[in-house]
Nanobody
Framework: QVELRESGGGWVQAGGSLRLSCGPYGRAFSGTGMGWFRQAPGKEREFVAAITWRENSPDYAASVKGRFTISRDIATNTAYLQMNKMKPEDTARYYC?????????????????????WGQGTQVTVSS
């Protein structure tokens, strides 16, 4: 069992920035990748970004590409989501998720079923 903990959510004005962090509680991360998903009120959860742990290869949803940056720090077992130029439509609860299946070059992992463990989420609110 892997307990993921997110932090860094909050309130920001449109155009502002926030950085989310996520890591496994009390243990080193032994998975193959981490992803960020979000769910706005009344909407389904959607993919935001993902990164392969060893290859450090990022992937982004079209809606955030160029504004958000996903990264990981192997030494601290932490994944980050730097969110810049934020928009009101970015308002959602953000979840990190851990992947343990094998990763292959050129393959994208944007589906929820790819991820075995999920955090509780952190709320992000962007005001206009």
């Amino acid at each position: 069992q892997v307990e993921l903990r997110e932090s860094g959510g909050g309130w920001v004005q449109a155009g502002g920035s926030l950085r989310l962090s996520c890591g496994p509680y009390g243990r080193a991360f032994s998975g193959t990748g981490m992803g960020w998903f979000r769910q706005a009120p009344g909407k389904e959860r959607e993919f935001v970004a993902a990164i392969t742990w060893r290859e450090n290869s990022p992937d982004y949803a079209a809606s955030v590409k160029g504004r958000f940056t996903i990264s990981r720090d192997i030494a601290t077992n932490t994944a980050y989501l730097q969110m810049n130029k934020m928009k009101p439509e970015d308002t959602a609860r953000y979840y990190c998720a851990a992947r343990f299946r094998a990763s292959y070059s050129g393959v994208y992992y944007r589906e929820e079923f790819e991820y075995a463990y999920w955090g509780q989420g952190t709320q992000v609110t962007v005001s206009s």
